[in-house]
C-alpha cells in the first residue's frame, strides 16, 4: 500500500533533500586523495573518479535534458560514462576527468537540475508524475554509493573510511528466537503499482500463489558458515551444483571472499581493519553458489524470490502485502541497518521493531539475500523509462537478491526492490538465509 502523495511543494522539498543526502554521501566517499580515486584497487570495480563523474553524467541526461529541456552542459561526456560501453577493468585507460574537475561538473549539473525541480509540475507525464525521474537519479547515485563502499572494501592500505555506531537500543541476539517461521500458503500479491518511485523490474503488481514453507528467522550467521567450512563443504562436491562445483575449483574458494585463517579461527579484513571474524554477524561476501551449497549442506534450500517478498510482505491479519516488513511507513534508525554508516552488519535478532508480521527479522538492511530465482519479468512488465535498466538483463545469467545491505540507503531499498547479479558476485555485501517446504501436518 502506498502513501498518500504529498503536496506539490512538500514533494519538491522532500526530493531536493533527498538529492543532497546523496550527493553529501557521494563526495564522503570520495574525500581521499587523488591516488586513491584515480587507481583501479580491483578489475572488477572502476576507478572512484568514474563513479563521481557518471552519477553527474546520468543526471544531466534526465534531469537536465530530458526533463527539463536545458541546454547540455557536456554531451562530450556521454559515451564516456556510458556503463555499456566500457567495461569496468576498461576505464583507468579512458579520458576521465580528473577529480576537481569531476566535481565542479557534478556540482553544475546539481545547479541545473534544482532549477528544473523548482520549475517541473511534478505531475502529467509518466517521466516527471510525483517525481519519478528525480527518484530514478536518487535511487543510482545511491546504489553508485553502494558500489564505491564495494570498492573501498577492495583496496589496499590503511582504513579511510570511519564507522558510525549502532544504536544499543537496537543491537539484539537471535537466543530465544525461533529458528525459523512458517509462512501459510495461499495467495499474496508481489510487486507493486502504486509505489511512485518504483523501478520498472517491480512492476506490475500481480498475484502469487505458494505452498506454505519456513524460512530462517534471521540472516544465516558467520558462525553457521563456519560450522560449514569446519565440515568440510568447499571440499565435498554432494552439496555443490555442477556449475557451482566447477566454479569453486576454478575460483579456488575455501572461504568467504576476505576471511583468512588464523589458527582454529577466521580473520577478516573490513575496510583496511583485520579482525576476527563475528560469529554473530549475517554471512557476508558469498556468492550464490556458497549460499546455494550451505543451504544443501543443511539439509534446506535458497528461498524462491516470491516467497522472500510473501515473507517479507505479508500480513496474515489484514490478507494484504506490506511496503516494508514493519508496516507502510518508511524506514528509520531503529528498523533497519541502512545507509551504509556502519560499515558492517549488525548482529542477527537486532531490529526487532523491523520484524515482518509473522516475526521474521532483518529482512531489510544487514546484507542482501540471495534467492534461488533466475532475474525474470513480472507478468505485463514494461520497460520504462529505457530498456537498458532492467530488460537487457532478464535471463538465468542472473540471480536475484532482495532486502539491501547495511551499505544500501532507504531510497534505494524496498519490500518490492529487486536487485541482481551474476550467481559468481562475491565482493557486494551479499549474504542469505535458508528455507524448506513445509509438511502437510506442519501446514496444518
Known amino acids: ?21 546523496a550527493r553529501r554521501r557521494t563526495h564522503s566517499l570520495t574525500a581521499c586523495d587523488d591516488g586513491e580515486l584515480l587507481a583501479q584497487h580491483s578489475p572488477l570495480m572502476s576507478p572512484l573518479v568514474w563513479d563521481l563523474a557518471h552519477v553527474g553524467s546520468q543526471e544531466e541526461i534526465w534531469l537536465v535534458r530530458d526533463v527539463g529541456h536545458r541546454v547540455p552542459l557536456r554531451c562530450d561526456l556521454d559515451a564516456l560514462y556510458d556503463a555499456f560501453q566500457h567495461p569496468r577493468a576498461a576505464r583507468p585507460t579512458l579520458p576521465l576527468l580528473g577529480p576537481d574537475e569531476a566535481r565542479r561538473y557534478i556540482a553544475e549539473v546539481r545547479d541545473k537540475a534544482l532549477d528544473v525541480l523548482d520549475s517541473s509540475p511534478l505531475e502529467g507525464s509518466e517521466l516527471v508524475d510525483q517525481g519519478f525521474a528525480f527518484g530514478m537519479i536518487v535511487q543510482h547515485e545511491q546504489q553508485h554509493s553502494e558500489t564505491m563502499l564495494a570498492t573501498h572494501q577492495l583496496r589496499k592500505g590503511e582504513p579511510v573510511l570511519t564507522p558510525e555506531p549502532l544504536p544499543r537500543s537496537v543491537i539484539g541476539t537471535r537466543e530465544g528466537l525461533p529458528s525459523e517461521v512458517l509462512v501459510p500458503g495461499g495467495e499474496s500479491t508481489m510487486g507493486t503499482s502504486i509505489e511512485p518511485w518504483a523501478l520498472d523490474n517491480e512492476r506490475p503488481s500481480h498475484p502469487v500463489v505458494l505452498d506454505p514453507f519456513w524460512i530462517d528467522t534471521v540472516p544465516v550467521t558467520s558462525g553457521d558458515y563456519g560450522r560449514f567450512i569446519d565440515a568440510g563443504g568447499y571440499q565435498d562436491p554432494r552439496w555443490w551444483s555442477p556449475a557451482g562445483w566447477d566454479h569453486r575449483q576454478n575460483a579456488g574458494l575455501e572461504a568467504p571472499l ?105 529482512l531489510i538492511g544487514d546484507v542482501w539475500e540471495w534467492t ?73
Open 1 to 21: 500500500m502506498a502513501r498518500e502523495p504529498l503536496p506539490i511543494e512538500q514533494l519538491r522539498t522532500a526530493i531536493a533533500g533527498r538529492l543532497d543526502r
Open 258 to 362: 576476505f576471511w583468512q585463517r588464523d589458527g582454529g579461527g577466521w580473520l577478516r579484513r573490513r575496510f583496511g581493519v583485520v579482525e576476527a571474524v563475528p560469529a554473530d554477524e549475517p554471512v557476508q561476501h558469498v556468492c550464490w553458489y556458497e549460499a546455494d551449497a550451505y543451504a544443501r549442506w543443511a539439509g534446506r534450500r535458497l528461498p524462491t524470490e516470491a516467497e522472500w517478498e510473501k515473507a517479507a510482505r505479508f500480513d496474515p491479519a489484514t490478507r494484504r502485502s506490506r511496503r516494508y516488513p514493519w508496516g507502510d511507513d518508511d524506514p528509520t534508525p531503529g528498523r533497519a541497518n541502512l545507509g551504509g554508516g556502519a560499515l558492517r552488519p549488525s548482529p542477527a535478532g537486532s531490529y526487532p521493531e523491523g520484524a515482518s508480521a509473522l516475526g521474521i527479522r532483518q
Open 372 to 444: 534461488s530465482s533466475d532475474f525474470q519479468p513480472y507478468p505485463g512488465f514494461r520497460a520504462f523509462p529505457y530498456s537498458e535498466y532492467s530488460e537487457v538483463f532478464f535471463g538465468p545469467g542472473y540471480k536475484v537478491l532482495r532486502g539491501g545491505s547495511w551499505a544500501a540507503d532507504e531510497v534505494a531499498c524496498r519490500g518490492t526492490f529487486r536487485n541482481w547479479d551474476y550467481p559468481i558476485r562475491r565482493q557486494i555485501f551479499a549474504g542469505f538465509r535458508t528455507a524448506r517446504n513445509a509438511t502437510t501436518a506442519e501446514a496444518a
